[in-house]
């Protein structure tokens, strides 16, 4: 081949690769992937995965946005505003049974229940009995509200033993920080994580009284699952990645992105620290020891699912294969 037409093959060939990573550069496929609430420690696997461009090298382009409550992510992610929300499962769950929406969970980060009653360390608050004649602080549209009698009755008193105040969500913390609450009634490891900065605090758990009900997880509609199928499984991919990467040694990274990735937000990264210390041990329960992260047992849901009907937030005639795939976290 004469010397001048090497060059010209040489310099088409340099064009066409050029060409061709230009366009897998803009193939990456969008998902809008929407969390729960303004940040906290729980947002650490996505901002995380954004930050060390690991959704880019599985081919997408993933949009994280902020979200006002559990109960707007999911009737958006159900609206079809958003193809993927974090947020509580168990609310997902009711959603699904009650406002018929097409709604499942393909990832269970926090397995294991998280509702509590914190309490100072230093008083002898150690087991539900122990709440009588005290006054614990909660909002109105709680999630624990719905399981109330069961939590007391379990623990051997009533409901009425206790004084139970309602306070805006935003005031329950403070209320128990500024000695006016004896308790309060919350995510244990959310609360606690701000509440120690000011009151030394314990929780006293609703899950070792009873109460099973789900903590943090992804979900989607069955019609975003049938037709994103593969951008969820490398989305799932990339936070199974993010947690383990988090949870060997990089907690301090993950508080890090956060701060990065939401540098307006004026975050305490003391608490955010802390929010995954301290939700370290939910991310397992009996039987889901040992499996992936995000990989969810049908016998935690099966318990799930009977603890709400008990409570009358679902309705009987349910199968748990309604609520949550692992088609995406295999074990």
């Not at 947002?43 to 993933?62: I, P, T």
């Not at 193809?83 to 969970?105: E, H």
């Not at 019609?223 to 951008?231: H, L, N, R």
């Not at 047992?297 to 409570?311: F, I, Q």
């Amino acid at each position: 081949m004469p010397s001048r037409l090497r060059i010209n093959f040489a310099a088409l060939c340099a064009i066409f690769a050029v060409a061709m990573s230009n366009i897998g550069a803009h193939a990456q496929e969008r998902v809008k992937f929407l969390l729960d609430f303004a940040p906290w420690g729980g947002h650490a696997a996505a901002h995380l995965a954004v930050q060390k461009g690991w959704f880019k090298e599985e081919g997408l382009d993933v949009e994280v946005l902020d979200g006002r409550g559990s109960v707007s992510t999911i009737q958006l992610v159900g609206a079809g505003q958003a193809d993927v929300g974090m947020a509580q499962l168990g609310p997902m769950a009711t959603a699904r049974t009650t406002a018929n929406l097409p709604l499942k969970s393909i990832a269970g980060w926090m397995r294991k229940g998280d509702l509590a009653v914190l309490v100072d360390s230093r008083a002898n608050l150690n087991t539900v009995k122990d709440l009588a004649g005290k006054k614990l602080a909660l909002f109105a549209a709680s999630p624990f509200v719905p399981f109330l009698d069961m939590f007391f009755k379990n623990g051997g008193i009533t409901k009425e033993a206790a004084q139970l105040v309602y306070v805006d969500p935003s005031a329950m913390v403070t209320a128990y920080t500024s000695g006016q609450a004896d308790g309060v009634m919350t995510a244990g490891p959310y609360g606690m994580a701000i509440a120690e900065l000011v009151r030394p605090t314990k929780l006293i758990l609703a899950a070792d009284y009873g109460i099973a009900y789900p903590s943090y997880g992804l979900f989607a509609t069955e019609s975003t699952i049938a037709q994103k199928k593969e951008a969820l499984r490398k989305l799932v991919k990339v936070q199974v990645r993010a947690w383990n990467y988090i949870y060997d040694g990089h907690v301090d990274e993950g508080v890090d992105a956060i701060i990065k990735q939401r540098p307006d937000a004026k975050l305490n990264p003391v608490v955010l620290k802390r929010h995954l210390e301290l939700y370290r041990d939910f991310f397992e329960t009996p039987n889901t020891k040992g499996k992936t992260f995000g990989w969810q047992a049908d016998a935690d849901w099966k318990e799930a699912l009977e603890s709400m009907e008990r409570a009358g937030l679902i309705k009987a005639g349910w199968k748990t294969s309604d609520f949550f795939t692992n088609d995406f976290t295999p074990q």
